[in-house]
């Protein structure tokens, strides 16, 4: 049935938020990474290892969530996934020693991987082509607040609560993103259009994938792409507090800084689909993170 222009803003927002799992988990608590690490007695290393294991945890948990949406369709999957997220979200606040917050981080990455991969997967399910890359577009909008936003509460946050209060914020915004969707996220995939699960069909899957060519011409890129920006991630926090002298909430400011530059090309590029051939974009914005990485 046709999507009225306010179901359809109300879709973007729920989306663009579940989207936003990724920097909200991973962004949020670096302006009390290093406080983190003393207060836990650690290094900065195994601090570190907290980003990782979540990263790893988005990554791996984007692999099973897709599959079973797929086969269950995408409601109920997602529900479950954030779900999960707001739960672990609360013991990450409670975790006595970093083994057990690195664990606990891993399943917050596992859980959360549910709300990104499906609000793509509906996405494909209501649009393709350009229009598919369009309302991407509109996501990003969204998602890339996330960024900016999320170190600057969680250096704010710092004024009145530990790292630990920030895993509580991590907490209820998963229960508010919870209502969110059962509430404004329907179901998009008839049952007569599901995919049966089971690890041969999932396996057939990515192995068709892994030996397209078309489809590895862009997600190696796009996945080295992002290596380079999590490999900054992972260290900005203790270079640029430990180094370079600045506070956390001046960090936050410094890390939303680039966060901006992530919307406003997320925008522009929005714009100019359709009118420059997606490869040409692609090119023009490996080129910026190789010249900007050599800038740093």
Known sequence: RPVRRRDRVQLVIILGSLSAFGPLSLDMYLPGLPALAEDLGTTASAAQLTLSACLLG??????????????????????????AYTVVSFLCAAAPTITALIVLRFGQGFAGAAGIVIARAIVRDLHSGTAAARFFSMLMLVTGLAPILAPIVGGQLLHVTTWRGIFVALALIGAALFLAAM???????????????????T??????????????????????????LFTYIAGSSFVLQDIYGLSPQAF??????????????GQLNG????????HRLLIFGLIAITTGGFAL
């Open 252 to 265: 936050s400011l410094a890390f939303g800084g680039n966060a901006l530059g992530y919307v406003v090309a």
């Open 271 to 278: 714009r100019l689909v359709g009118r420059v051939p997606l």
């Open 58 to 83: 988005l990554a791996s948990g984007q692999l099973v969530a897709g599959p079973i949406s797929d086969a269950l369709g995408r409601r109920r999957p997602l529900l479950i996934g954030v779900a």
């Open 203 to 228: 396996a057939s899957t990515f192995r068709r994938l892994l030996t397209d060519v078309s489809f590895l011409r862009y997600a190696l890129p796009g996945g080295l792409a992002s290596a380079s």
């Open 183 to 201: 509430l404004g996220v329907r179901e998009t995939v008839a049952a007569s259009n599901r995919q049966p699960l089971g690890f041969r069909a």
